[in-house]
């Protein structure tokens, strides 16, 4: 059993459009991280939400944490072709590691 | 903007091989971290490094594996006997401090080929 499953694993998109990407759990979690990595490079932390129904925003983007502290969603509005990337979630455990979800695999086209 | 280096960029190394891969942390970070991605596949957690020794460490970081941090800048991974199934992308990563939101600033990754 996977700790988070994300879904979609991939999407492809036009330009324009406006997506959502899905981190679940059946855990609580004190926090949740999202992460975008592109190909041959680190993830980059994007945000961390912490307090059940947190909504963040970081310009285009809409992150929010399930009430119940188990899932997280991530909006894009109106994608650019520079959001294309691996979209993960990631949650802390035992000695500040982190776990990540499989990652969300954004493709958006001109 | 502070960031974490990783050298080298591309590592090829013969199997049974011994490799070190460095990182430099974020200067004001207490806590270190080693992941690895094989292609395809998630990042998967190594260990964690707090105060000179380590914190947490997965399966995946058996005997073969250690962490030091030699100096006050230097964070190193050693594979004692590289195996095929070593290769991947390593990465390190670093934090503030203990507790709050563990929030963890990742280099841009080594890329270890094990032939």
């Known amino acids: 059993t996977q700790l988070l499953e994300q879904s979609p694993q991939f999407l492809s998109i036009q330009e324009g459009e406006n997506l959502t990407v899905y981190c679940n759990s059946s855990?609580?979690?004190?926090?949740l991280q999202w992460y975008r990595q592109e190909p041959g490079e680190g993830p980059v932390l994007l945000v961390t939400?912490?307090?059940?129904?947190e909504v963040k925003k970081l310009k285009r983007l809409t992150f929010q944490f399930g009430d119940a502290r188990k899932d997280s969603s991530l909006h894009i509005t109106a994608a650019q072709p520079g959001d294309t990337g691996l979209y993960l979630c990631?949650?802390?455990?035992?000695?500040?590691?982190?776990?990540f979800g499989g990652g969300t695999r954004l493709m958006v086209k001109p | 903007e502070p960031e974490v280096t990783q050298t080298p960029s591309h590592q090829v190394t013969q199997m049974g091989q011994e490799v070190i891969l460095r990182c430099v942390p974020i200067s004001n970070h207490l806590y270190f971290y080693w992941y690895r991605q094989i292609l395809g596949q998630k990042v998967e957690f190594l260990v964690s490094?707090?105060?000179?020794?380590?914190?947490?460490k997965s399966e995946i970081f058996d005997d073969q594996f250690s962490v030091e941090r030699p100096d006050g800048s230097n964070f190193t991974l050693k594979i004692r006997s590289t195996k095929l199934e070593d290769s991947a992308m390593y990465f390190c990563a670093s934090s503030e401090g203990r507790g709050g939101l563990y929030e963890q600033y990742f280099g841009p990754g080594t890329r270890l080929t094990v032939t």
């Open positions: 990631a949650v802390p455990g035992a000695g500040n590691m982190l776990t």
């Open positions: 939400v912490v307090t059940g129904g």
């Open positions: 490094f707090y105060n000179n020794e380590i914190s947490e």
């Open positions: 855990s609580v979690f004190s926090s």
